[in-house]
T-cell receptor, first 112, second 117 residues
Framework: NAGVTQTPKFRVLKTGQSMTLLCAQDMNHEYMYWYRQDPGMGLRLIHYSVGEGTTAKGEVPDGYNVSRLKKQNFLLGLESAAPSQTSVYFC???????????FGQGTRLTVV | AQSVSQHNHHVILSEAASLELGCNYSYGGTVNLFWYVQYPGQHLQLLLK??????LVKGIKGFEAEFIKSKFSFNLRKPSVQWSDTAEYFC???????????????FGTGTQLKVEL
């Protein structure tokens, strides 16, 4: 069982560059989430999706875009990376029932 | 909007000491409550969860938590910690409604636990 897989695991970007983080889950989950984790701030929700073709903003959506074209994939895009986006990014998914969320291994992104 | 507060940011204990980590949330309706653990360099893993029923919930590795609705609290406890419990612990809340904010899973800022030998 792969669970929730994030690609890539590490990335260094220059300011102004763009990139896409991929989250893939093989559990047929309806809900998917993107969080960023920063020291002392816990996990903050960037965007989330309640199903294929739908997305919604979380607490800190600015500077990010997302897409959910396929149920199993949730993409997080940075159009023009900034040093403030240096963080560890976690993807999570869960079913539509009352269940816990399952997390990916994280992507460590550094913007220089 | 729902919010989650974890008041202990850093806790240092000796092995065999008892642990209690506080978690308070702000949402007044039906909630689902979770404790996750993150070992160094790893992703978050579920320790325990509460949806309904017995407010005393037992999880993995000897952890338990008690849901006290009147206090909006879901504190994590362990009678005797081990060195291997060194990790960061996150409380999380999901409101019970299925639309709008009910789809969000909100985390506290985390508590870093260090267990010394």
């Amino acid at each position: 069982n792969a669970g929730v897989t994030q690609t890539p695991k590490f990335r260094v970007l220059k300011t102004g560059q763009s990139m896409t983080l991929l989250c893939a889950q093989d559990m047929n989950h309806e809900y998917m989430y993107w969080y960023r984790q920063d020291p002392g701030m816990g996990l903050r929700l960037i965007h989330y999706s309640v199903g294929e073709g739908t997305t919604a903003k979380g607490e800190v959506p600015d500077g990010y875009n997302v897409s959910r074209l396929k149920k199993q994939n949730f993409l997080l895009g940075l159009e023009s990376a900034a040093p403030s986006q240096t963080s560890v990014y976690f993807c999570a998914s869960r079913t539509s029932m009352n269940t816990e969320a399952f997390f990916g291994q994280g992507t460590r992104l550094t913007v220089v | 909007a729902q919010s989650v507060s974890q008041h202990n940011h850093h806790v240092i204990l000796s092995e065999a000491a008892s642990l209690e980590l506080g978690c308070n949330y702000s949402y007044g309706g039906t909630v689902n409550l979770f404790w996750y653990v993150q070992y160094p360099g790893q992703h978050l893993q579920l320790l325990l969860k509460y949806f309904s029923g017995d407010p005393l919930v037992k999880g993995i590795k000897g952890f338990e938590a008690e849901f006290i609705k009147s206090k909006f609290s879901f504190n994590l406890r362990k009678p005797s910690v081990q060195w291997s419990d060194t990790a960061e612990y996150f409380c999380a809340v999901k409101s019970g409604i299925l639309t709008g904010g009910g789809n969000k899973l909100t985390f506290g800022t985390g508590t870093q636990l260090k267990v010394e030998l």
